[in-house]
């Protein structure tokens, strides 16, 4: 896989809605000081193939972040079959995030 989609209202239906793929949506803002942070790891999560990462910036898409309750960034949810399955709140490591995978995918 390559490098993480960058998702909008328009793209997230077939990105993310339609995927019969797990998929984690990582919604984030630039000015984010923690989600700065996370990017690097969320790309190198998505270039390892192991899940695909699609990307939602709060600002240019508030009312998918309203539809998703995403209240502070960065938020990262797990989708499957098109549906929210599980979510996280806050920075994480790569090794948490390729372990987050790994344990979703085994549910």
Do not use: H
């Amino acid at each position: 896989m390559d490098m993480a989609i960058e998702a909008d209202e328009k793209t997230f239906e077939k990105e993310v809605l339609k995927s019969k793929d797990l998929v984690l949506v990582d919604f984030w803002a630039p000015w984010c000081g923690p989600c700065r942070m996370l990017t690097p790891n969320v790309e190198e999560l998505s270039k390892s193939g192991k899940i695909k990462v699609v990307k939602v910036n709060v600002d240019n898409n508030q009312a998918l972040a309203a539809k998703y309750n995403v209240s502070s960034i960065p938020t990262l949810i797990m989708f499957r079959g098109g549906k929210p399955f599980e979510g996280k709140l806050g920075l994480l490591s790569l090794p948490q995030l390729v372990a987050w995978a790994d344990s979703v995918k085994s549910k």
